[in-house]
């Protein structure tokens, strides 16, 4: 299982991983980010990056992106 979690976060966004080890909708974890579900979708469609100071605010949830 913990092998299969590596492997699982090294393929998709961090973000994705996470919300996936946690159960969490896109809809849900944007909103407990508190940023728009659209803006999550193409961090983890690979679309688009969080700036620096996003990336500060919510590292603690969603890891290094």
């Known amino acids: ?6 492997t699982l976060s ?3 966004s961090p973000s ?3 919300r996936l080890m946690h159960g969490l909708s896109q ?3 944007a909103k407990i ?3 728009d579900p659209k803006t ?4 983890e469609s690979g ?4 700036g620096e100071k996003l990336k500060k605010k919510v590292g603690w949830a969603v890891g290094q992106f």
């Open 33 to 35: 980010l508190r940023i």
């Open 16 to 18: 994705r991983a996470y």
């Open 47 to 50: 679309r688009s990056k969080p």
């Open 27 to 29: 809809k849900k974890l």
């Open 40 to 43: 999550l979708a193409r961090w």
């Open 10 to 12: 090294a393929m998709i």
């Open 1 to 6: 299982l913990l092998k299969c979690h590596f």
